[in-house]
Nanobody, 119 residues
Framework: QVQLVESGGGLVQPGGSLRLSCAAS????????MRWYRQAPGKERELVAA????????NYADSVKGRFTISRDNAKNTVYLQMNSLKPEDTAVYFC????????????WGQGTQVTVSS
């Protein structure tokens, strides 16, 4: 039973910080690249950050570069997204995604966690 369970979302004021967590189970976590996506109402789902399976290299959307940090702890089967200097434009549902590096490269999604940035 594959599961990706996000947590850590909530309401925060502009300039504040949140740390999202995604706990994975049911697959070989270390063989999957992990990603955070977000989706605001009326907008397409957007890739926010990614971290590779083998090298741990990271990539970020331009809109969050310098403010967000993705990391993973393979021993805990968990990926994190540290979000600092939050802006109202960051308001969205944030989704955890896993994509395998081995064929057929299975892909899994979490249920999402709401982040609201408002004064």
């Amino acid at each position: 039973q594959v599961q990706l369970v996000e947590s850590g979302g909530g309401l925060v004021q502009p300039g504040g910080s949140l740390r999202l967590s995604c706990a994975a189970s049911g697959f070989t976590f270390s063989r999957y690249a992990m990603r955070w996506y977000r989706q605001a109402p009326g907008k397409e789902r957007e890739l926010v950050a990614a971290i590779s399976a083998l090298s741990g290299s990271t990539n970020y959307a331009d809109s969050v570069k310098g403010r967000f940090t993705i990391s993973r702890d393979n021993a805990k089967n968990t990926v994190y997204l540290q979000m600092n200097s939050l802006k109202p434009e960051d308001t969205a549902v944030y989704f955890c995604n896993a994509r395998g590096i081995d064929l057929p490269r299975y892909q899994y999604w979490g249920q999402g966690t709401q982040v609201t940035v408002s004064s």
